[in-house]
Nanobody, 117 residues
Framework: QVQLVESGGGLVQAGGSLTLSCVASGSISSLNYMGWYRQAPGKQRELVARFNSGGTTNYADSVKGRFTISRDNAKNTVYLQMSSLKPEDTAVYFC???????????WGQGTQVTVSS
């Protein structure tokens, strides 16, 4: 089974930027939906950005224009470029890959992003 490992989290000031990486241990060709979710303390996990089957993307309204999801299939890696970060972006960010939307798929262990005001 494919394993996902996130990296790139850290502490950043408001207005700053970070790029998260999610490296898969194997091919992600069967994972038609690859993306990033986040979970803040006391809140439910939410979708941040995702590649859909066919190559389209979805972004949460709260990150549109600030975050960009990209992928390098040759490196089995998905990225999340985050700019103009806000304190409300503070959360644990998880990478997820799934063959179908109604399948829970594979989750990484998460990487902490903390944005200070």
């Amino acid at each position: 089974q494919v394993q996902l490992v996130e990296s790139g989290g850290g502490l950043v000031q408001a207005g700053g930027s970070l790029t998260l990486s999610c490296v898969a241990s194997g091919s992600i060709s069967s994972l038609n939906y690859m993306g990033w979710y986040r979970q803040a303390p006391g809140k439910q996990r939410e979708l941040v950005a995702r590649f859909n089957s066919g190559g389209t993307t979805n972004y949460a309204d709260s990150v549109k224009g600030r975050f960009t999801i990209s992928r390098d299939n040759a490196k089995n890696t998905v990225y999340l470029q985050m700019s103009s970060l806000k304190p409300e972006d503070t959360a644990v960010y998880f990478c997820n890959g799934r063959p179908y939307l109604n399948n829970n798929g594979v989750w990484g262990q998460g990487t902490q992003v903390t944005v200070s005001s």
